[in-house]
């Protein structure tokens, strides 16, 4: 089945850029949606289709997808923003066609 | 507002069945699917199956294949998902997110049930 690969954690100060990898096959070739999850929380999509934005979401969330890897990317981080978050994708030649990478916990600083 | 609300926290022994409920309002449940998703303490999100509010066609993970079961019942814009024989590795936090169709977003999400299995 397809893997995606999430670095297990990635720490950034506040006012500061975070980068999240989420490594697969050809990634580029498929839709990547991401998910932030807080303690206790279900999870919450922040990015589907590689880069559109749902409502209510904050702009310093964006994500690009090429190659074997797609990166979401949350600028100027705030303390709120300290989460786990997941890729996921489906792999239409896969009998397990709804993946999701490990997950990334981010730390702001 | 699109919610869904699932059943409550279960306590199942070994080789027992759970089966936890996912109730949709706010949008026409007939028009998406459900996924079921789980979470073990501590780790990851799993993927686990797909059912059509539409027709009832399912599509479950592999490694969960016979001790699954996905099904709705329109009448009540309800989901099921019911587990059979439990084991202590599949205690977990199990969520019903709406699924529009194979490649789409899960953009809802239910809170979650909490599934423990434990002697």
């Known amino acids: 089945s397809y893997v995606l690969t999430q670095p297990p954690s990635v720490s950034v100060a506040p006012g500061k850029t975070a980068r999240i990898t989420c490594g697969g096959n050809?990634?580029?070739?498929?839709?990547v949606h991401w998910y932030q999850q807080k303690p206790g929380q279900a999870p919450v999509l922040v990015i589907y289709y590689d880069s559109d934005r749902p409502s209510g979401i904050p702009e310093r969330f964006s994500g690009s997808n090429s190659g074997n890897t797609a990166t979401l990317t949350i600028s100027r981080v705030e303390a709120g923003d300290e989460a786990d978050y997941y890729c996921q994708v489906w792999d239409s030649s896969s009998d397990h066609p709804r993946v999701f990478g490990g997950g990334t916990k981010l730390t702001v600083l | 507002q699109v919610q869904l609300v699932q059943s409550g926290a279960e306590v199942k022994k070994p080789g027992a069945s759970v089966k936890v409920s996912c109730k949709a309002s706010g949008y026409t449940f007939t028009s998406y699917g459900i996924s079921w998703v789980r979470q073990a303490p501590g780790q990851g999100l799993e993927w686990m199956g797909w059912?059509?509010?539409?027709?009832?066609?399912?599509n479950y993970a592999q490694k969960l294949q016979g001790r699954v079961t996905m099904t709705t019942d329109t009448s009540t814009s309800t989901a099921y998902m019911e587990l059979r024989s439990l084991r202590s590795d599949d205690t977990a936090v199990y969520y019903c997110?709406?699924?529009?169709?194979?490649?789409?977003?899960?953009?809802?999400w239910g809170q979650g049930t909490l599934v423990t299995v434990s002697s």
């Open positions: 050809n990634i580029g070739s498929k839709s």
């Open positions: 059912i059509s509010a539409y027709n009832g066609n399912t």
């Open positions: 997110a709406r699924d529009a169709r194979p490649g789409a977003p899960f953009d809802y």
